[in-house]
């Protein structure tokens, strides 16, 4: 027998499933589930009797929904009407409290037909299935669910989860559990696709698991562009839901010379959400198996911290590899090769905290592993954007590591202390050795003196010293000054200071045969000074764009320094606090600043652009000589626009050599991100000659290119060269990467997926 409900075009309702559930109460306030039950609307509904089932055409919306009973404190109810236990005009549940009855939609099913097997409590459903449970969404072009079970078989199915950045689709999907999914002959992609898309990329598996904890496992899975396979695997696990979550990261493979073949495997694992480890596990075919490992944690801006180890038993540390050590100029001999770094911000209350870790077994290790996720490179442009400070030049065979805590307090004294050790990769290790401060102790400051005019101001230091072989020392050295204005004229500014400064020593020799001074010394030295200058500005109106004005700052000056001479052939040499020069000296110069004014989408704005400062000295100890005139000095800063930038330094000695010294400073960047960067330094004194530069520009169609130089230009040598390609759409992208290094040409493919362990565009998973 069956029923037929005509809906033309009357939309029909009809109760399928109704069932009773009540929750024990843990306390009279808890909220109490009535009931649950399933609802359907259809254009045409028709009911058959035998076997009792519903068919369901046109527009088919079923809903299971559930409503929720709870006591709500009436808003009415005075403390009167709850002392006399009287009811406000609401049903109360109890004195004071009024029955709140909701109805909340736990999961919707739509299609074109379905039948509704009431016995087995299934459904049959075609056309234009869509599935809500939660925060995934289902399409299918047909399937059968288990009402009871909250499971079904679909078939030519998708599956957005996530914010719809996660998709899944497959021959066959099963939903085994509440979130939980098996998919035959399925891909999967971690972002948004428009409906018919052909995926940008994608993991695609014979067999894949879905589990409720957010992780996608695949069997016999391979990595695909634009669907055609590039890599296989017999097994991936794949994180499947966009928080952070534990999981393989995709892996970065080279080849190179020197190295061979290699691959990197990057794996994530989510500690919590403020602290997180990322296992660096490299093979390298002709150096064998490097481990690396991460640690992160962050508690707040300013209180952070990371610390990074690889670790490689070398294969090819061997002597017998001549061309190896020749082609690369390496010195060194161990086969057991580490980098152990890291940096640490915490304050605690008041005080400040700065940790540096730098720990190398070789000089030629940061020179050799410059590329990939830890190379030098990386590491230090990541821990420059966290920190503000990266590592030492990765040639310095001396690399520090320190403690340091500040304190500073309002009326402007600080005080800081400092741990510093030094892990020494010099070739020549005789003695002495490094020199490390255990510890040093800072104290600084500057207040006015009694409301004179006069500010005191003081630097107090102490340091120990310390070496395993060789001449250490406690060294305190107090130096404190006075300054004051002087107003000789509105128009003059004259400023003059004086200070003393005592140095004692008490030094440990460490049976050094070299040290032929006594167990203490003392140094004490006069300080004096003054500068007279005066500052004039003019402003000038023009119209040039944006910019309607300018102004020009002109600052003449002259100043004196007088250090008195002090006998110190008998102090040790631990830093240039031991080598004070006397003098006798005047200096003159020139600073020129330079601003620009204007408007620009109505709104004024002000910004520096440039200075020039020329300095030069005349030496009065060397009056009597032919060339008591110090280097010419020349300071130059110009920025043409707020993302330009050049910055020249020159020495020009007077007296027949010329420039001595030359440094060059270039940054741009433009609207479109292309940024170009340089550094050049010159220098004859010390025998420096040498170049580095940087660009980055994005080309055409989601295409960018960088470059990076370091040559040696006195030796006629390239330090390093790096070239990179990127193609990057929205949610995925693929660097191609070439590094030369003296000795070995290596390439290197590294993709980036969109929500797979980090944001597009970070290197690793981010905090």
Not at 190 to 212: M, N, Q, R, V
Not at 292 to 300: K, S, V
Not at 591 to 601: A, M, Q, W
């Amino acid at each position: 027998m069956k029923q037929t409900i005509p809906s033309s075009p009357i939309t029909a309702l009809f109760i399928l499933f109704f069932s009773w559930s009540l929750l024990a109460a843990g306390s009279a306030a808890a909220d109490v589930v009535k009931a649950s039950q399933w609802q359907i609307t259809a254009d045409k509904i028709t009911r058959y009797e035998d076997p009792p089932s519903v068919i369901a055409e046109g527009n088919v919306v079923l809903e299971k929904t559930e409503t929720i009973t709870r006591q709500k404190k009436s808003a009415g109810a005075s403390g009167w009407s709850e002392l006399l236990e009287e009811e406000t005009g609401e049903k109360a549940g109890k004195s004071g409290e009024a029955t709140v009855t909701e109805t909340k939609t736990l999961t919707t099913i739509k299609a074109d037909w379905l039948v509704y097997d009431m016995d087995l409590g299934t459904v049959k459903a075609r056309g234009n299935l869509v599935i809500d449970v939660g925060p995934d969404q289902l399409a299918a072009e047909s399937g059968v669910v288990d009402l009871n079970r909250e499971t079904g078989t679909f078939y030519n199915a998708t599956i957005i989860r996530q914010y719809k950045d996660m998709h899944f689709e497959g021959r066959v999907i099963e939903k085994t559990g509440d979130l939980t999914y098996h998919i035959e002959d399925g891909w999967i992609v971690t972002c948004k696709l428009k409906k018919g898309e052909t995926p940008p990329w994608s993991f695609a598996a014979a067999d894949a698991e879905i589990t409720d904890n957010g992780y996608a496992f695949l069997k016999h899975a391979t990595f695909r562009i634009k669907g055609i396979p590039v890599l296989y695997t017999p097994v991936m696990l794949l994180p499947a839901k966009r928080t952070r979550q534990t999981g393989f990261l995709f892996p970065s493979i080279s080849s190179s010379d020197r190295d061979g073949f290699g691959i990197e495997t990057p794996f994530f694992i989510n500690l919590s959400p403020s602290s997180d480890i990322t296992l660096y596990p490299q093979y390298l075919a002709k150096r064998g198996l490097m481990a690396g490992g991460e640690f992160r944690y962050i508690l707040n801006q300013t209180s952070k911290g990371m610390l990074m180890a690889n670790y490689l038993h070398d294969d090819l540390s061997d002597p017998s590899e001549i061309s190896y050590y020749e082609d690369g100029n390496y010195t060194h001999t161990n086969k057991d090769r580490y980098w152990f770094r890291g940096k640490a911000d915490q304050d605690f209350g008041n005080w400040i905290s700065r940790l540096d870790l730098d720990i190398v077994s070789d000089r030629d290790y940061l020179t050799e592993f410059t590329s990939g996720l830890t190379g030098f490179h990386m590491t230090q442009n990541r821990f420059l954007k966290t920190f503000g400070r990266g590592f030492q030049n990765k040639t310095d065979d001396q690399r520090q590591s320190s403690l340091r805590l500040l304190r500073s307090w309002n009326n402007g004294m600080a005080l800081q202390a400092e741990l510093m050790g030094v892990n020494d990769q010099r070739l020549d290790k005789s003695s002495p050795t490094p020199l490390w401060k255990l510890p040093a102790v800072n104290f600084t400051g500057l207040v006015p003196f009694y409301g004179t005019g006069v500010d005191f101001s003081w630097d107090a230091d102490y340091v120990n010293f310390w070496r395993k072989d060789g001449v250490g020392a406690h060294r305190i050295d107090l130096f404190p000054r006075l300054t004051m204005a002087v107003p000789l004229s509105p128009y003059l500014e004259t400023t003059v200071d004086g200070g003393i400064r005592n140095t004692t020593y008490l030094i440990q020799d460490n049976g050094d045969p070299d040290w032929t001074g006594s167990s203490t010394e003392n140094r004490f030295l006069v300080d004096l000074g003054t500068e007279i200058g005066t500052t004039m500005i003019r402003k000038f109106a023009i119209s040039a764009g944006s910019v309607t004005a300018w102004d020009h700052t002109f600052r003449p000056y002259v100043s004196y320094r007088y250090v008195s001479d002090a006998n110190q052939d008998d102090l040790p040499k631990f830093d240039r606090v031991d080598t004070i020069a006397d003098q006798n000296i005047i200096y003159y110069g020139i600073d020129n600043f330079f601003s620009v004014y204007g408007e620009r989408n109505g709104r004024k704005y002000s910004r520096k652009y440039g200075y020039i400062k020329i300095r030069q000295g005349y030496d009065l100890r060397s009056a009597e000589s032919d060339t008591p005139l110090t280097p010419v000095n020349v300071r130059v800063d110009y920025y043409p626009l707020p993302d330009f930038r050049l910055i020249y330094r020159t020495d020009m000695d007077v007296y027949g050599d010329g420039f001595t010294y030359h440094g060059l400073e270039a940054y741009f960047r433009n609207n479109r991100g292309d940024t170009v960067s340089a550094d050049y330094r010159y220098d004859s004194i010390n025998n420096v000659n040498s170049i580095k530069a940087d660009a980055r520009v994005n080309l055409f169609h989601y295409f960018s290119a960088g470059y990076r130089i370091e040559r040696s230009i006195e030796d006629g040598k390239t330090v390093e060269e790096n070239f990179s390609l990127i193609y990057q759409p929205a949610c995925w992208s693929v660097e191609l990467a070439s590094n030369y290094t003296p000795g070995n040409q290596k390439f290197t493919v590294m993709f980036r997926l969109a929500n797979i362990g980090n944001p597009l565009g970070i290197q690793v998973p981010g905090l």
